[in-house]
């Protein structure tokens, strides 16, 4: 299994949606049993600027972190979707043990 998890802006957008909404939509329609998206409270990214959640940090600048659990094949066909539509976002694969106790 994999961990596979995109960075993403809150203000991307794509097909008129937010990026992090078309993203777990595309993962459900390829099968995906399930995904999540985290917002960041505090970051800072590639330009070293500190982002804050505050009342001021309106403009979309925060950080989201969209994930799934998925099998080579479903990891495979998702990246695939991505590069279909021209995107391209950053990401990290990990391979995971699941279980349930």
């Known amino acids: 299994?994999?961990?596979?998890?995109?960075?993403i802006s809150e203000k991307q957008h794509h097909a008129g949606m937010p990026m992090y909404e078309?993203?777990?939509?595309?993962a459900r329609s390829l099968g995906v049993h399930g995904g999540s998206a985290f917002r960041a409270i505090a970051?800072?990214?590639r330009h070293?600027?500190?982002h804050e959640e505050t009342f001021f940090e309106l403009a979309g600048e925060l950080?989201?972190?969209?994930?799934?659990?998925v099998d080579d094949t479903l990891?495979?066909?998702l990246l695939e979707k991505i590069r279909s539509h021209?995107?391209?976002?950053?990401?990290?694969?990990q391979r995971v043990q699941t279980g349930g106790i």
């Open 1 to 7: 299994m994999n961990l596979l998890s995109f960075y």
């Open 43 to 45: 970051g800072f990214g």
């Open 86 to 93: 021209g995107l391209k976002l950053f990401h990290v694969r």
């Open 75 to 77: 990891a495979e066909q």
């Open 48 to 50: 070293g600027r500190m």
């Open 22 to 26: 078309w993203l777990l939509e595309e």
């Open 63 to 69: 950080a989201v972190k969209v994930e799934f659990i």
